[in-house]
């Protein structure tokens, strides 16, 4: 099988998708305020007439050029371009401000390196064995383990319980609309045929991540205006013994991103914090840190792009995206026909396995690439997101369209701009909100298959050592929960 | 900058409370109007039908954002910005809308265009060679569309 993956990647189309995805996410990645979601899903339509392999190739290489490139407008600018690299930015920035943003950047690109690699072995050795052991999920397992990854997103994801609990509501609502997954009566259709399809997922990630931010950056116009300082960049070199006296960093680092993007919802920003919180605590010279040490710019990025590879376990596995990019990348799979879930690896073995190859050996060209743009990257920094945003707005117009070739897309697509917009702004998180949307209108059908089954009986819930296990792990993560708020300081 | 309502009285209205109150008044008109938008026809089995899960969800999704609502009273909120703010967000979305509407008319080329035209000018781009660019984007997306990925753009 590998090695059969492995020829399938011989092909011109697969190395241009490649090299076009780093490309575009390295110099998208580094434009402050553009993030890979969004860009990931406003390529999604460009894909649909690729092959499924070079397709997501593209997008997974959008997306590993982005994480690089959210770090160039971290270090340099102290702007990060993603959340998940604001943690690079404390001593990114800290070097670059004594001239060794370039030593700075190249720490950041071979720690990134390390991450991906990790996470990709990681990636395939659990994903197929979990995808075989989901082969035995009926619907009430199937059920359970939905409910588990909502209440993980709810309890674990950051921020305020309360909001992400309404952000999942909100999603598993919203999924309800069109036909009814089990006797096929229309809900909240109005009465019109174009509400029975219910919400397209690409158009409401275009609209989410990409609509959303024209409509806040128009709100936010001030911000926008003013000249961006670049500090200056001394020619230098990362020599392999300086990561070689990191490696213990590298690698808890890289082990604390994949384990918990395995986990749903929580995203990349808190393993990012978390690696640089171990490596400081581990460090002989904690007093550096915050101040220019490579370490505290190696250890958040090896983290968030190890995160990559471990969220995409559960998302095609199981069909439970980790984050937000994952929920795009999920889309993209879906719409090429690679419907994520237990069956992907049965039915498109081949194809799982060549993405995969395909996402380790993409290290290489990430590297190479991102050696040789991040100095044209420093100019990318300095294009305002003005200078973009209608384009990103035409963008996403024609992104919408092309799914259906319909304009009730387009129209969904704007009102889940106005939507996210209103809530970025109210400071809700979004990704649960989109975990919800996803899983929302699978978790009520296995719900209802399984009360079905067992004649409306509840026992089904706890009928199997399966589903006993996944309540009992829903349990423990309550308490855990519950515990943690009980010993957090009351101000 | 938020507004606070720590000082002991109840926080001015923000973003927050204002999305709230409109998540909340979505929720109310959805559980209000269950037995008319879902029509179920009842064959003897048991269990859930297509009404149940949705008025679970709507029932937890009022009752939380009433309580947010409620702990929204008396915590910081995010303030809502001047009438010039909230009025380029407008602008954005009338234009947007506006650029659907007509685009049935007027094809995907000047809608979008002009879509990206009033984007531009909303954020404040005055100088005439980037207000060219919404244009060559929408051309080169039209052409690309249609001719490289057949899509049958209006």
């Known amino acids: 099988m590998l090695v059969d993956a492995f020829l399938e990647l011989l092909n011109l189309w697969v190395l241009v998708a490649a090299l076009v995805g780093i490309i575009s996410g390295i110099i998208i990645g580094a434009i402050p305020g553009l993030g890979p979601t969004m860009a990931i899903a406003l390529l999604i339509p460009v894909t649909f007439s690729m092959q499924p392999i070079p397709a997501i190739i593209l997008l997974l290489g959008v997306y590993q050029g982005a994480i690089f490139g959210g770090s160039i407008s971290a270090v340099l600018l102290n702007v990060p371009g993603t959340p998940s690299s604001a943690a690079t930015a404390i001593d990114g920035f800290a070097m670059a401000r004594r001239g060794e943003g370039g030593r700075a950047l190249r720490f950041a690109l071979y720690a990134s390196v390390v991450g991906n690699i990790f996470s990709c072995l990681v990636l395939m050795a659990l994903a197929e064995p979990l995808a075989r052991f989901a082969l035995d999920f009926g619907p009430a397992e199937m059920a359970m383990l939905m409910l588990f990854a909502l209440l993980v997103i709810v309890l674990f994801g950051g921020g305020s319980k309360l909001d992400a609990l309404i952000m999942v509501l909100v999603g598993a609502c919203a999924g309800v609309v069109g036909l009814d997954p089990i006797s096929g009566t229309p809900r909240f259709t109005f009465g019109s045929f174009a509400f029975e399809n219910g919400f397209q997922l690409i158009p409401v990630l275009i609209g989410l991540f990409a609509m959303s931010e024209v409509l806040l950056q128009a709100f936010d116009r001030e911000a926008l205006v003013g000249d961006v300082k670049v500090p200056p960049l001394k020619s230098s070199v990362v020599r392999f013994v300086e990561l070689w006296r990191m490696r213990m960093t590298l690698f808890l680092s890289s082990l604390i991103g994949t384990f918990v993007g395995i986990l749903p919802g929580i995203g990349s920003t808190v393993p990012a914090f978390m690696s640089y919180s171990l490596a400081r605590s581990r460090s002989a010279d904690p007093d550096t840190f915050g101040r220019g040490a490579p370490e505290g710019v190696a250890a958040p990025e090896a983290a968030n792009n190890a995160v990559t590879g471990g969220a995409l376990v559960p998302t095609l596995a199981l069909g439970i995206p980790g984050d937000a990019v994952t929920a795009v990348i999920l889309g993209a799979f879906m719409l090429h026909g690679l419907a994520p879930g237990p069956f992907l690896f049965r039915d498109h073995g081949l194809e799982v396995y060549a993405i995969f190859e395909a996402l380790l050996l993409s290290s290489i060209p990430t590297a190479i690439l991102g050696l040789l743009f991040f100095r044209v990257a420093i100019h990318v920094t300095r294009i305002q997101p003005r200078h973009l945003l209608p384009a990103i707005t035409i963008l996403a117009i024609f992104g919408a369209f092309s799914v259906n070739n319909s304009l009730f897309d387009v129209w969904v697509m704007l009102g889940a701009g106005v939507l996210g917009c209103l809530l970025r702004r109210s400071n809700f998180p979004l990704p649960p909100l989109l975990i919800g949307l996803i899983l929302g209108a699978p978790f009520e059908q296995s719900l209802r298959q399984a009360l079905l089954t067992s004649g409306g009986g509840y026992g089904i819930f706890v009928g199997s050592p399966i589903t006993i296990g996944l309540v009992a792990l829903t349990v423990l993560s309550l308490a855990i929960s519950l515990f943690f708020n009980l010993r957090k300081p009351r101000i | ?154």
């Open chain 2, 1 to 154: 900058m938020s507004i606070n309502g720590h000082g002991g009285g109840v926080a001015r209205p923000g973003f927050r409370m204002l999305t709230a109150g409109l998540l909340l008044s979505a929720a109310v008109w959805g559980l209000y109007s269950l037995e008319s938008q879902i029509q179920v026809f009842g064959f003897g089995a048991s269990g859930p039908d297509a009404r149940s899960f949705p008025r679970l969800a709507l029932w937890l999704l009022a009752a939380v954002v009433a309580l947010r609502l409620v702990l929204s009273l008396r915590s910081e909120d995010v303030p809502l910005g001047n009438r010039v703010r909230l009025g380029r967000v407008l602008a954005v979305t009338a234009s947007s809308a506006a650029a659907l509407w007509v685009m049935p008319q007027v094809g995907f080329f000047f809608g979008a265009a002009g879509a990206g035209i009033v984007v531009a000018l909303t954020l404040g781009e005055r100088r005439p060679l980037l207000l060219v660019l919404p244009l060559i984007v929408a051309a080169v997306v039209t052409l690309g569309g249609r001719h490289g990925l057949n899509i049958p753009l209006p």
